[in-house]
């Protein structure tokens, strides 16, 4: 099935550091969504955006709703032990019957 | 908030056999429900849409005799595994889509022996 394009697909830092992570796409999106996965869990879902352009943050993590709505970036700041997990971007295209299209996920390791 | 229930959380079956697995949206009600499937390592791909009443709709490449889905209820998912097979040995995560938006179960691993 189709995919948003993510990357990185791994990244391993030190704690402290900053994290960036995006996704693409060929298509227009309605909604974006940033969801963290720890082993054996379903996802959990950190940000949502609905509005092209629009910027929100929740606690050290902030989103913004690229403005051609192709794309979506998650940023993580000061990172600690507990952000280690995988963490997917989702999008919902109008009219898709509601269904989500996932990224491919981002690993990320935190060095303590 | 929104929360869904997934059980079981494992379970190992015999090849051949079916397995249930059961999503329930505790503290709302849910028009929509999702299932996916995810293999080690990788993203979710959705398998099904489920709307309460009506027939599931099939992702292509999904064989809909095999994985049997039933919504009954605003509340009530399952997921029916037919004649499992070691290959079917997965992942399998339900979504639940309310006012709150879209809200996982915790998933059920699957291990076909």
């Known amino acids: 099935g189709q995919q948003l394009n993510q990357s990185p697909q791994s990244m391993f830092i030190q704690e402290g550091e900053d994290v960036s992570m995006n996704c693409t796409s060929s298509s227009i999106f309605n909604t974006w969504l940033w969801y963290k996965q720890d082993p054996g869990e379903g996802p959990v879902l950190l940000i949502a955006?609905?509005?092209?352009?629009e910027l929100t943050s929740n606690g050290r993590l902030t989103a913004q709703f690229g403005i051609t709505r192709k794309d979506s970036f998650l940023n993580i700041s000061a990172s600690i032990p507990s952000d280690v997990g995988i963490y997917f971007c989702?999008?919902?295209?109008?009219?898709?019957?509601?269904?989500?299209?996932f990224g491919q996920g981002t690993t990320l390791q935190v060095k303590p | 908030g929104a929360v869904v229930s997934q059980h079981p959380s494992w379970v190992i079956c015999k090849s051949g056999t079916s397995v249930k697995i059961e999503c329930r949206s505790l503290?709302?009600?849910?028009?929509?429900m999702f299932w996916y499937r995810q293999f080690p390592k990788q993203s979710l791909m959705l398998m099904a849409t489920s709307n309460e009443g009506s027939k599931a709709t099939y992702e292509q490449g999904v064989e809909k005799d095999k994985f049997l889905i039933n919504h009954a209820s605003l509340t009530l998912s399952t997921l029916t595994v037919t004649s499992a097979h070691p290959e079917d040995s997965s992942f399998y995560i339900c979504?639940?889509?309310?006012?709150?938006?879209?809200?996982f179960g915790s998933g059920t691993r699957l291990t076909v022996v």
């Open positions: 989702a999008g919902q295209k109008s009219g898709n019957t509601g269904k989500l299209i």
């Open positions: 979504s639940a889509k309310g006012n709150y938006g879209y809200t």
């Open positions: 955006l609905y509005k092209a352009g």
């Open positions: 503290d709302f009600q849910a028009t929509t």
